[in-house]
């Protein structure tokens, strides 16, 4: 399968677009036995259930300079857009012939119409990535999208709900790939290319770590990753380029990324970390090891591990820094039925 198909196939899977599935389909989910999580059955929530108040109270010593950064990039109209996704924020309720009351009260309303899980800097959460089993559509923990209740407001899948009941504070951990590499940004891998720079192994990890001179990856830690890649979207400069090179950056930026190959994603899940994420739109490398089997990483890690992931992550405030370490704080946004989250997470360090 080529990259162009197996983007197809993702976004298609991102906005609920794909063909009716065939009867036969991927049965690892059922043969592996995936399902049930080590947290029950009934749990929606996946790896952030390893939080506990003890590793919060640890990882609050991690705050050394009282410095914080906020991590999210700024939505609005124009950004850059993997797939066909897009956002319109539409300002009603500001009439200025409207004031209210003795002191000519005026307020303001907005209408956003988007993939607003899906947009920017977005979490991947429970519901977003399944498998089609000769049993039907398999999300994490076994939720099976065939049986599910089909209301108006409902997926049939796993939605955000559990995770935003819990949210993260946790030990954050940057990998700064592109210092690793000696690059200012990983290039987009070439498939089936042994070592190719663009694809971060388990050797990488560990690499980085003992460059960055940090503690191995442990239980209850967020990793995110840093490519360069993310610059062809310049979290601070989009704004300054014209039409012409905002589009020669949003097609560079969505010919393939750099990022977490398959045993770098099964060593994260050996440690067992609870979030993952990156300053590119999937956090792992596209192409990957083969395309015929895409995103490999978000099935492992998100489908079967219930370890969730924040991409389109700004960086680069921690990149300066050389903040390597410190405590991250994000919870999605409580939203029913959603697959997915916006938001803007804080690094304090």
């Not at 857009?81 to 319109?88: N, P, S, Y």
């Not at 209408?111 to 089993?133: C, R």
């Not at 977490?260 to 099964?266: D, E, K, L, V």
Request: with cysteine; glycine share 12%.
């Amino acid at each position: 399968m080529s990259f162009r198909k197996s983007a197809a196939l993702f976004c298609a899977v991102c906005l609920g677009l794909g063909a009716h599935p065939a009867p036969a389909g991927n049965d690892d989910p059922l043969t592996q036995n995936w399902a049930p999580s080590e947290w029950g059955a009934d749990d929606g929530a996946g790896a952030v259930n390893r939080l506990t108040p003890a590793l919060v109270l640890k990882h609050a010593s991690l705050i050394k300079t009282g410095r914080y950064a906020t991590l999210g990039r700024v939505y609005r109209p124009g950004i850059a857009f993997t797939g066909a996704r897009g956002i319109r924020l539409n300002i009603s309720g500001l009439p200025a012939d409207r004031q209210t009351g003795d002191n000519d009260l005026i307020y303001g309303d907005e209408t956003p119409v988007a993939e607003t899980d899906h947009v920017g800097t977005q979490f991947d959460g429970p519901g977003h990535i399944g498998i089609v089993t000769s049993k039907g559509n398999w999300f994490y923990n076994g939720v099976n999208s065939n049986d599910a209740d089909g209301g108006a407001n409902r997926t049939g899948r796993p939605d955000v709900e559990q995770v935003a009941a819990k949210g993260y504070v946790c030990r954050g951990v940057l990998l700064d790939a592109a210092a690793y590499r000696g690059m200012d940004q990983l290039p987009v891998p070439k498939e089936g290319v042994p070592g190719d720079p663009g694809i971060i192994t388990d050797k990488d990890i560990e690499g980085m770590l003992k460059r960055q001179g940090i503690a191995p990856l442990g239980e209850g830690d967020c990793v995110f990753l840093y490519t360069g890649h993310g610059n062809f979207w310049h979290a601070r400069k989009w704004d300054t380029y014209d039409a012409d090179e905002k589009a020669r950056r949003l097609a560079a930026f969505n010919a393939g990324e750099p990022g977490f190959g398959i045993s770098a994603c099964q060593h994260m899940i050996a440690a067992k970390v609870v979030l993952t994420g990156a300053d590119t739109w999937a956090a792992e490398a596209v192409p990957g090891e083969s395309s015929d089997t895409p995103f490999p990483c978000h099935v492992q890690m998100q489908t079967r591990h219930g370890i969730w992931n924040l991409e389109n992550l700004d960086l680069s405030p921690l990149v300066d820094d050389k903040a390597y370490e410190f405590l991250f704080v994000w919870a999605p946004l409580k939203m029913s039925g959603s697959t997915g989250s916006p938001g803007n997470p804080i690094a304090i360090y």
